[in-house]
């Protein structure tokens, strides 16, 4: 472990600068317009949708009917 007395591990009086980033709002814009517009067309295909067909009931599960690595 370092001396607190080494000037090698002196604090300096001043911060360093802040890494310049990307702005990534118009990225962000687009994302949120893009999951707006899917939930809007999700919400438009569960309101207009109509089921005219429904599908059989499935068989029960009999413990016979599992596979031989059980």
């Known amino acids: 472990m370092a001396s607190t007395g080494d000037p090698e ?10 890494p310049v980033g990307v702005d990534h709002s ?6 949120r317009f893009l999951l707006f517009a899917a939930s809007v067309a999700s919400v438009v295909v569960m309101v207009t949708g109509n ?3 429904y ?14 690595f059980v």
């Open 51 to 53: 089921q005219t067909e």
């Open 9 to 18: 591990y002196k604090s300096s009086s001043t911060p360093a600068p802040a």
């Open 26 to 31: 118009k990225f962000d814009l687009i994302l």
């Open 55 to 68: 599908l059989p009931r499935p068989q029960p599960a009999k413990f016979r009917y599992s596979p031989a």
